[in-house]
């Protein structure tokens, strides 16, 4: 399937006319990250360079398609017998973030791996302010925004079936990760309790949104990273 083109939104338009999402990871997007535009359009860049006429193989998993009816992929390139996986590349150039779909967890494992390679190098976005991995207590210009927060969970609960995971002592102002109950059953198939996360040094991501202080909701564990 050869690529036609590369949309500013960052969906891949094949030849015969399908569009093809970029499973997995989330391009910078400028004003609307609160950042610099450059780094938005050396993604864009980067993508086409490497996909322009290309003939591309497709991962797919199910469900297959976007409520756009866009194909959800994990795409690849062969150039001079070398395989290039374009999520992977613009990760490790630190052109992207990790943004796991709840129902479309594969790849989380190498897609992590590339984007903390991309961080520790401060390639690309990671070396700009703007995409800094934030601190609990400075979320106060982020709402509406996709952001990485960083901190330790001082308590965690579940009340009405809704789990919260508090990182600080005032709910009512701090930062929180809750999830929806209807959420909570693939917590559980993971094996994980969000209440065992109470003192735990976590990294999670997802977008901000304002529901008695900033508050981040997850809905797949792949958004909660346990560090040490």
């Not at 390139?77 to 290039?84: D, N, P, V």
């Not at 927060?149 to 709910?171: N, P």
């Not at 304002?210 to 797949?220: T, W």
Request: net charge positive.
């Amino acid at each position: 399937m050869r690529v036609l083109r590369i949309e500013d939104n960052g969906v891949l338009v094949l030849k015969d006319g399908r569009a093809v999402d970029m499973e997995g990871i989330l391009l910078p997007r400028g004003r609307r990250d609160h950042a610099p535009a450059s780094v938005a359009r050396d993604a864009l860049a980067e993508a086409r360079a490497t996909a322009d006429r290309q003939r591309a193989t497709l991962m797919l998993d199910r469900p297959k398609e976007d409520r756009y009816g866009r194909l959800r992929a994990q795409v690849f390139f062969l150039h001079e017998r070398a395989q290039t996986w374009l999520q992977v590349m613009l990760l490790r150039h630190g052109l992207a973030r990790v943004n796991i779909a709840p129902d479309r967890p594969e790849c989380a494992h190498e897609l992590y791996a590339a984007e903390r390679e991309a961080r520790a190098a401060h390639a690309g976005l990671w070396a700009l302010a703007a995409y800094r991995i934030r601190q609990p207590d400075d979320l106060g210009h982020d709402v509406g925004t996709f952001q990485i927060v960083e901190g330790k969970i001082v308590s965690a609960a579940i009340r009405g079936g809704r789990a919260y995971l508090d990182f600080g002592s005032d709910w009512h102002s701090n930062f929180t990760a809750s999830i929806a109950s209807d959420d909570m059953a693939r917590f559980r198939r993971a094996g994980l309790d969000p209440r065992t996360l109470a003192g735990k040094h976590v990294r999670v991501r997802g977008w901000v949104q304002s529901m008695n202080g900033p508050d981040i909701e997850l809905s797949a564990p792949e958004q909660i990273e346990v560090l040490p």
